[in-house]
């Protein structure tokens, strides 16, 4: 199974900051990573897929870049909105795995 | 609208069974690649199993030879029998739906609580 590993696992941001997360596969994933964001008690939504590409409906502020083996979600400026925690999920191969998430909590 | 409503969550026994229902409605069940996602209660997400718009199917490690995925055309529906169950079983189960192989999971349920005590 290919592994994801996601860092960090927490980071502390302000409204206005611009964060990074990073994903790294195991093995090449050529440019099948999905990016989601789940509040609490909710179930999680798809951000970013095939590694750049904005989910419909998603505010220009979030991006992503990589292929092969790393990977980026970018947030450009914090909104109160975006504290959640990001999962990242590599959908090259079965199983599809998910990283371990990142919690992005307000400073 | 994209709807998906699980149900059939509870508490259960270790060694005991259990089967989810995920009722789907605005689109086709079997068109799609439907899967089972859980999460331990404050844990992250750990990918269950698949069934493929072809039939096919796939499990976790974690669930193989317990669980089995399966899909009624006529209800439109997905489930999870869930066999065997073990105090590590204890999660939310979310159906997810992704529209082809290497697609995202783009429409999610809002989970079932499947609680595994004595």
């Known amino acids: 199974d290919i592994q994801m590993t996601q860092s960090p696992s927490s980071l502390s941001a302000s409204v206005g900051d611009r964060v990074t997360i990073t994903c790294r596969a195991s093995?090449?994933?050529?440019?099948?990573l999905n990016w989601y964001q789940q509040k609490p008690g909710k179930a999680p939504k798809v951000m970013i897929y095939?590694?750049?590409s904005l989910q419909s409906g998603v505010p220009s502020r979030f991006s992503g870049s990589g292929s092969g083996t790393d990977f980026t979600l970018t947030i450009s400026s914090l909104k109160p909105e975006d504290f959640a925690t990001y999962f990242c999920?590599?959908?090259?191969?079965?199983?599809?795995?998910f990283g371990q998430g990142t919690k992005l909590e307000i400073k | 609208e994209v709807q998906l409503v699980e149900s059939g969550g509870g508490l259960i026994q270790p060694g005991g069974s259990l089967r989810l229902s995920c009722a789907a409605s605005?689109?086709?069940?079997?068109?799609?690649?439907m899967s089972w996602v859980r999460q331990a209660p404050g844990k992250g997400l750990e990918w269950v199993s698949v069934?493929?718009?072809?039939?096919?199917?796939y499990y976790a490690d974690s669930v193989k030879g317990r669980f089995t995925i399966s899909r009624d055309n006529s209800k439109n529906s997905l489930y999870l029998q869930m066999n065997s169950l073990r105090l590590e079983d204890t999660a939310f189960y979310f159906c997810?739906?992704?529209?082809?192989?290497?697609?995202?999971?783009?429409?999610w349920g809002q989970g079932a609580l499947v609680t595994v005590s004595s």
């Open positions: 095939a590694a750049s």
């Open positions: 069934i493929y718009s072809g039939g096919s199917t």
């Open positions: 999920e590599q959908s090259d191969s079965t199983p599809h795995t």
């Open positions: 997810a739906r992704a529209y082809s192989y290497h697609s995202p999971l783009e429409d």
């Open positions: 605005g689109f086709i069940v079997s068109t799609n690649f």
């Open positions: 093995q090449s994933i050529a440019s099948y």
